[in-house]
């Protein structure tokens, strides 16, 4: 029974060490991702994008509502989904604001055809501000074509509020449901409607990191960067509702005219969740990078390493007669996703590589007749330091410039044969 015992307070305290290590993995990596928010400015683009909200929360609200009246299913939910939006856009404020909404959304009804395209340019906008902001935290490059910003954008605007009908549906059955039992025997089965509410914001959240960034995004990324912006989204909700109940100091300064400010710091606030939960999701590819590499940047070996690595999957696709799509090129590889286009962009550039349909990659020059100096000139990796330094250090430089010719006259693919078997395609 005491050997039972021993064995029973061992495992738990194995558990419980466990869980702390993982807890402060947890813990630095979500720092990673706070450097990383705040490295990119993250601060100033919530800024920006919670101005370009306060022009375009109208013809989206707009927009969202005419898409919804189509639908004579989510007929029932209008006054409950214009309860839900006053809620999300201003908590615990929402009253001052909503007859201001209300007036401004009757009026954007009665505009003409051409008002109404005017109001839905405005809203395109916010949606390019959000684009530009979530590609630059994906630190992508090369844009979308126009026209595929556009069925992008659209497709959020059309979607975002069916979506919402959809959650708020599915949360009246989870709350009406919950009626039905007793709240003493089932004591946390009231909270399903909550939940229900929270899941869809985390769908809601993970979509936007799927869907915006023009990169291939993991699902499991998106899904976790959902996840800690919503968790920061209703205690954001919680925290922001509270301040204003317990110190009303934006009312008693600010006075009648208290709900645009408030509404100003609320939309900054959100913006900055969101944007953060952005950044999780982006700085998790890098950090298990790092992890299995040792360090947080590539360095040039590294960089060299990624691009043979690419050549060597594309030569063994090309020999069986197969394209690679780009996922699965750095898969495995202790690369970022930033890191990969990169490396494909410079390998492009040189003519080693091709895009094609489905961005599925090809080899498009023979390894046996290209060096590994044309590689290295390709990723400008090269040692030679110009003109201009002190004597003795330009001396030094060129030195091991000539020093590191010596392999560069090498075929790439007399480098990659005696590796030939141990990457794989």
Known sequence: MNAKSENRGFGRWLAWLKFVFKAGRIGRFLGYAAVRFLKDGGPRQAAGLSYASLLAIVPLMAVGFSILAGFPAFE????????FIYETVLPDAGLEISDYLIAFIDNAKKMSAAGMAGLAVTALLLMSNINGAVNGIWRVVEPRPLAARMVVYWTILTLGPLFIGASLTVSSYAFAAAQWFDATAFGGFLALPKLVSTLFSVLGFALIYLVVPNRLVHPGHALTGGLVAAILFELLKAGFGLYLRRFPSFQLVYGAISALPIFLVWMYLSWAVILFGAQVAAALPEWRASQARGRRSADPGARMALALSILA???DASLAGKRVK???????????????????????KADFV???????????????QASLGDLIAALDLGLAPGQGWHPAAESAAAALADASQAGQGRSIADALAPAEGRISA
């Open 76 to 83: 029932p939910l209008h006054m409950e989904l214009q309860v």
């Open 313 to 315: 999957r594309l030569r």
């Open 326 to 348: 780009e996922g699965h090129l750095g898969r495995g590889l202790p690369a970022t996703p930033a890191e990969l286009d990169e490396t494909l962009r410079a390998l492009r």
């Open 354 to 368: 091709e895009r094609g349909r489905g961005s599925r990659w090809v080899l498009c020059r023979d390894l046996s």
